[in-house]
């Protein structure tokens, strides 16, 4: 198969290390602002399943209790334990956000976008398990594969944000009232009425057009699709429920957001990002600001199966791929349908790219074509 010549630059090793080194500070200090160290860890049991919470004095003689995450999560585990010794230091932070951004060839969000993602990520959408989707998470995605994303794929005016359905109804905490937390970044943020009923918002916008949205996973019937899901987690935001979302948040990674000191931030495993841009790119209209919706998901799709290939990263493409494939007939359809719309030499990437993750993962993989 002939494809086009990688025109992909890789970010040196050295920004590379300084982003890990970046993230885990980032982490840290996010951790330090969520659970300080007067407060206590505790472990509860919810429904036979077992959660770390953290309680914390409330100056009154009481505690007030917040989630962090499952207690099986090793990594929340470990800084249950160690959180009274976790640091930060913000000057060196910011110094390394402005050198990976200006000299490492990493991206930024726009202001607004990024002081948005701090105000949620503050509030506590992250350790809500809430994950960023869309182009604000695609922007993220140079420096957690090492390479260099064209500007005009990762160019945004709104803000995509998921949360599982079940999660936001399980874990008996919440962010502070979503409106009061947008219009503390800018106070022109209005809820927009869903068309699904008028006492129920989604999705905010600013006066200038700027959308922070709200999505959360499709829960079968399609009864469900036009009304906005509540959200118990989410500060009184209601959600869309959406078909394919619930692959596309599973198993999230977390990096670092490179705004201000950085912030520490979900999102979807870039594999599983790029087969859910065929799918739903499938799933947009072919005229007006669908049409640019559409073309963006695929030329989004058609980056990462590069940046994958690029970073040897093609076993994870084809577990990814084989999910969604191994989900029936219909995601079968929409996967042969978005593979369609890349360009002869992105498809034949694809393909390459399967062939060879299919070897390393020893299962065979059905081509899209």
């Known amino acids: 198969m002939k494809q086009g010549r990688s025109t992909m630059k890789p970010i040196d090793l050295v920004y590379q290390t300084m982003l890990a080194e970046l993230g885990q500070r980032v982490l840290d200090a996010a951790w330090t602002a ?90 506590g959408l992250f350790r809500l398990r809430g994950v960023l989707v869309g182009t604000i998470a695609f922007q993220t995605y140079a420096g957690l594969l090492g390479v ?111 705004h201000k000191n950085g912030i520490a931030v979900t999102v979807p495993d870039p594999a599983r990002f790029a087969v859910h841009k065929l799918i739903v790119a499938t799933r947009r209209r072919a005229d007006g600001q669908n049409a640019i919706k559409r073309d963006k998901d695929i030329r989004q799709a058609a980056l990462l199966f590069e940046a994958l290939q690029q970073t040897r990263r093609t076993s994870d493409l084809a577990l990814a791929y084989t999910e969604a494939w191994e989900r029936g007939a219909g995601w079968q359809d929409a996967i042969r349908a978005g593979a369609a719309m890349l360009q002869p030499a992105d498809l034949d990437r694809l393909a390459t790219c399967l062939s060879a993750g299919s070897k390393e993962i020893g299962e065979d993989v059905v081509l899209p074509v």
């Not at 869903?194 to 129920?200: E, L």
């Not at 989604?202 to 949205?213: I, L, M, N, W």
């Open 34 to 123: 969520d659970f300080p160290p007067e407060g206590r860890f505790q472990r509860v049991t919810v429904d036979d399943r077992q959660y770390w919470y953290f309680d914390i004095p409330d100056g009154k003689g009481g505690k007030t209790r917040r989630y962090v995450g499952p207690a099986l999560d090793p990594e929340i585990s470990m800084r249950a334990e160690t959180h009274r010794l976790q640091k930060d230091d913000l000057r060196a932070r910011r110094r390394m956000v402005s050198t990976l951004t200006r000299e490492g060839g990493m991206t930024a969000p726009d202001a607004l976008s990024g002081d948005i993602v701090e105000t949620l990520a503050r509030g």
């Open 148 to 258: 260099r994303l064209p500007m005009a794929a990762v160019l945004t005016g709104d803000a995509d944000i998921a949360q599982d359905y079940a999660i936001s109804h399980e874990v008996e905490d919440s962010l502070p009232p979503m409106i009061e937390l947008l219009q503390s970044v800018d106070p022109t943020f209005r809820p927009i009425p869903h068309r699904g009923g008028p006492t129920a918002s989604s999705a905010f916008q600013t006066a200038s057009g700027y959308r922070v949205e709200f999505l959360t996973s499709h829960r079968g019937s399609d009864e469900h699709s036009d009304r906005p899901a509540r959200m118990p987690a989410l500060g009184g935001a209601s959600a869309d429920p959406l078909r394919f979302l619930d692959f596309l948040i599973r198993d999230p990674v977390r990096t670092v957001m490179l």
